[in-house]
Every structure is written in C-alpha cells, then in structure tokens.
Nanobody
Framework: QGQLVEPGGDFVQPGGSLRLSCVAS????????MDWYRQRAGKERELVGG???????NYIDSVKGRFTISRDNAKNTAYLQMNNLKSEDTAVYYC????????????WGQGTQVTVSS
C-alpha cells in the first residue's frame, strides 16, 4: 500500500522561505506525476503546481517566481520550495501523486500547515 507523508509545515514570517517535502513509501515516485495543492481557510483546495515524471513543472500565476517544485527519485521524495512567502500563502499544503500509466492510481499526503505571519 502506497503512502505519501509530508513533514515540514511551519510558522514563517512574511518574506521568509520554507521547503516542504513529500516522502513516498510503498510506491516508486519515478512513476508518478506529482502535484502540490493548498487549501486556505474558508476556500476550496487549489492546485499550486506540479512536476511530471520527466521533470516539467507548471505553477499558478500567484506563485510563479517564488515557488519551485522539484523531485529526487532516488530519495523517493518531491519538494515544494517556497520563497518570499506572503500572508496569503497561509494554507494547508497537500502533495498528490498520479501514476503516469493509470491516473486512477492517486495518492494524497496528509497535509501540512504553513502559516505566514509577523
């Protein structure tokens, strides 16, 4: 049974940086396209961006130039590097893995809280 675990949520001041990790077990992350979502209080979960198995990334406009998604298949881990954080980035962040051969095979991380505040 596959699992995604996200350690690393934290409290950060505006302008600060934080890196989230998404560690896979029971599956080979190299076979999964990885996405990061977030859910702000009172709002629907939104896609922040993603990285394909080939390393192609995409981001929503509000995080372009500030957030970077990467992956290390040898460590079975995906990352979300967040720089120049703003209060509106405060949310619960989730990673998601979608199997490249069968997109019905989807795994979600448990979510981790990121709070940006002075």
């Amino acid at each position: 049974q596959g699992q995604l675990v996200e350690p690393g949520g934290d409290f950060v001041q505006p302008g600060g940086s934080l890196r989230l990790s998404c560690v896979a077990s029971g599956i080979s992350l190299s076979l999964y396209n990885m996405d990061w979502y977030r859910q702000r209080a009172g709002k629907e979960r939104e896609l922040v961006g993603g990285i394909t198995t080939g390393g192609t990334t995409n981001y929503i406009d509000s995080v372009k130039g500030r957030f970077t998604i990467s992956r290390d298949n040898a460590k079975n881990t995906a990352y979300l590097q967040m720089n120049n954080l703003k209060s509106e980035d405060t949310a619960v962040y989730y990673c998601q893995g979608r199997n490249k051969f069968n997109e019905d095979w989807v795994y979600w991380g448990q979510g981790t809280q990121v709070t940006v505040s002075s």
